[in-house]
Nanobody
Framework: QVQLVESGGGSVQAGGSLRLSCTVSEFRYCMGWLRQAPGKEREGVATIVSRDGTKYADSVKGRFTISKDTAKKTLYLQMNSLKPEDTAMYYC???????????????????WGQGTQVTVSS
């Protein structure tokens, strides 16, 4: 099991920025940030795969950046130009099963943090 602890959520106005952090007990080949808004399914926001790079949802491309600091054992999500539609609970996640090329949807991840709330007001 991989322990994941998120922090950095909060309330901001549209156009503002937040940086989410996820402290991990160990990095896995496939790590990511997913979010879930009320009444909606959990969806991929940004993922990072050790050799394949990063992937972003179309709705956040150019505004969000996923990165990691292996020395600090921390995964980040820098969120700029936030919009009200970005309001959701954000989860850090790790894939525990052998990587098969899939690192995006909720089913691809087996270890989750407790989530951190992001609220963007207009």
């Amino acid at each position: 099991q991989v322990q994941l602890v998120e922090s950095g959520g909060g309330s901001v106005q549209a156009g503002g920025s937040l940086r989410l952090s996820c402290t991990v007990s160990e990095f896995r080949y496939c790590m990511g940030w997913l979010r879930q808004a009320p009444g909606k399914e959990r969806e991929g926001v940004a993922t990072i795969v050790s050799r394949d790079g990063t992937k972003y949802a179309d709705s956040v491309k150019g505004r969000f950046t996923i990165s990691k600091d292996t020395a600090k054992k921390t995964l980040y999500l820098q969120m700029n130009s936030l919009k009200p539609e970005d309001t959701a609970m954000y989860y850090c996640a790790a894939r525990l099963r052998s990587y098969d090329g899939s690192c995006w949807s909720m089913a691809d991840f087996q270890s989750w943090g407790q989530g951190t709330q992001v609220t963007v007001s207009s």
